[in-house]
């Protein structure tokens, strides 16, 4: 078959079906030109594959195509297609029918300039999907179904989906493609598959349910998708898949557990035969099926995790160690341990902060770094050295006045730990870890090392975020030195007003304003001294921005902060 004929072939093909195959097309960010810096794109970029990663470590079943498929489109946008190519070409030879992976590598080959092998694939493709060739009309409408299951898989794992209307606009673009694929393949898809299907549709639901909170009508937006993802909950119990069976049932207890924020019981709870039921019954059900498995615990604990429930997370975690207590098969289980340590170190010491109780329990940064200790001894990674990083900083520094160190040979390690982090692939692209840095370097003594590291930083932050953390701390540093300074001080005016246009032109002028007010009412003598000086320099601008600043705006700005990798 000529290329010609064969694409025309394909579009006649695409407008019976409505859908065409392959990632490259797909009204992704990844494929469009980025909104911000090209570093900060590649970044994302390469952290989504690292996610994604871990997460195909653990799947097994088809949905692992669509996975890989994603992994390739991001190799893909990262300039490496040898990997992108040789990710399609693996999944062509494991499931010969995967439309997505001969049309993704139709693409790479069209970007190498290899048009046979480019159009040996949209052959391939154009065959799978027209059943007047000899393809049974069964296995077309399967492929179909999987095809469009994929592209639903790959909504999510977006990139630049830090605003919500962003992330909205993905996740009901999964549904759709979800309710297609449902729709195409209708009951020739296998259950278990089916089932699978409908807990991704699940989950997103419980997304969508908790960002629509500038709908017009809240309630019923909300009430349409927590009934829809009970509904699709219930339907996933039927599978014999247990750690999905075991997940679903902890998907409901938490469910069941919110319905309260409705004036009235959502009706899916009465459908689904789940009236009265508790929802620490239904937390015991999926416990009980993943008791003899690491791997089911370990996901049921990061989902308590990121639900809020710590004590339950680190309960299931203990569960999960005394099943595979090997730091090397199992180091999820000390990863996840010890950062709900900290976690509740943290939680603690903005408790003690405000008075409302004692000093934090020390004994959870030791029991944190002592799990972190055995997972750096057989899988060393950026995240945890990090993580490492913040346990010796909060060693170092006093419970309740971070700005003093009570044990130096802590900050020094912690800065040891972030060195090894800086070495690590990503580790310098990281904004979080240079502040982590400046906070140690300042404790020390060093603020023009400290000022460098918010510096960077800052440069690193997503421009137009909404929470600025970089920028206080620049801030901050800045007029420490400059009321310490016995010298010329011209160097610190300089980078003041460097610090303020990066940061106004990042992101905007009342978000800055806003940390310069803060700076103000928390440091008034410094300030005021600062002023006069910049007032001797004829640097009225500054001057301008920090009246600005200071004058009432009817809006008070929360002054506790504390930092959290």
Known sequence: MEEGSTEEDIEALMEGLAFIPGHFHLPLHLNKDPEGPETLRQRDTQLKQESLRAELEAETGRLQYAVRNMLGLLAYHLDKLDIAEEVFRSICQEDPGNLNAWANLAHVYERLSREQDESECLERVATLMDPETGEDQTDCRVRAARCLAEQAFAQPHDVELEKEEHLQERLTAALTLYNRALHYGGELVPEEEKWNWYFKMATIYIRLYGIVNESKDLEYTRLGHYNKGLKLLAETLKSETTHLKALAWCYIGLMLERQEEFSTVPMAIHDCGLSGSDPLSCYGSGIK?????????????????????????????????????????????YCTRAKLKVTAYVKALDRAKQGLDGIPDRQDLRDARADLERVLSVRPCLRTH????????????????????????????????????????????????????????????????????????????????????????????????????????????????????????????????????????????????????????????????????????????????????
């Open 289 to 333: 099926l993943a008791t003899d498995d690491a791997f089911t615990l370990n996901q049921l604990a990061s989902v308590f995790f990121q639900s809020g429930k710590h004590e339950m997370a680190t309960g299931i975690c203990n569960m999960a160690l005394n099943v595979l207590p090997d730091a090397e098969l199992n180091w999820q289980a």
């Open 386 to 565: 990090l993580e490492m990083g913040q346990v010796y900083y909060y060693m170092g520094v006093d419970a309740l006045q971070e700005s003093l160190m009570v044990d130096e040979m802590a900050v020094n390690q912690a800065l040891v730990s972030l060195a090894q982090a800086l070495q690590c692939p990503l580790g310098s692209t990281l904004p979080e870890l240079q502040l982590l840095r400046g906070r140690c370097l300042l404790l020390k003594g060093e603020e023009q090392n400290a000022i460098d590291c918010f510096k960077q930083a800052l440069e690193l932050e997503r421009p137009g975020g909404q929470d600025l953390r970089a920028l206080p701390l620049l801030l901050q540093a800045l007029l420490t030195a400059f009321s310490q300074s016995t010298g010329d001080v011209s160097h610190i005016i300089a980078q003041l007003e460097e610090c303020l246009q990066k940061a106004e032109e990042r992101h905007g002028t009342c978000p800055v304003r806003t940390e310069l007010k803060l700076l103000c009412r928390t440091n008034t003598e410094e300030a005021a001294e600062l002023s006069r000086e910049l007032v001797k320099r004829g640097k009225l601008g500054i001057v301008r921005r920090l009246l600005q600043s200071v004058q009432p705006q009817g809006k008070h700005t929360v002054l506790g902060r504390s930092l959290s990798v």
